[in-house]
């Protein structure tokens, strides 16, 4: 079981910054993919970044179209924390954020961008933009 805990959330003006970070504890590993999404009231969760290790020894990303060259996902294995550095907010940026886990053992990167495909997940954090 994994259990993963959101922080970093908050009211920030457009162009403003904002830190998320994801605690995660229980049997976590290097393997695991970890995913940051969102919700907009009326909307369905929609993919933001996600993580994961490759053999050749560097993490591989990706993005959503959205943010992309505005927001990082990053991960400290030694705190077992994946990060979403977020810059040039927007107010539609507005959204809970929520992240997730999922072992990752190869195959196709493609499926980290369907929420279906994580097992794990958080319990959000508002993240506000005012224009």
């Known amino acids: 079981q994994v259990q993963l805990v959101e922080s970093g959330g908050g009211l920030v003006q457009a162009g403003g910054s904002l830190r998320l970070s994801c605690a995660a504890s229980?049997?976590?590993?290097?393997?695991?993919?970890m995913g940051w999404f969102r919700q907009a009231p009326g909307k369905e969760r929609e993919f933001v970044a996600a993580i994961r290790w490759r053999t050749s020894g560097i993490y591989y990303t990706n993005y959503a179209d959205s943010v992309k060259g505005r927001f990082t996902i990053s991960r400290d294995n030694a705190k077992n924390t994946v990060f979403l550095q977020m810059n040039s907010l927007k107010p539609e940026d507005t959204a809970v954020y929520y992240c997730a886990a999922r072992p990752f053992l190869g195959g196709s990167s493609d499926q980290l961008v369907r929420p279906g495909e994580y097992d794990y997940w958080g319990q959000g954090t508002q993240v506000t933009v005012s224009s």
């Open positions: 229980g049997r976590t590993s290097s393997n695991y993919a």
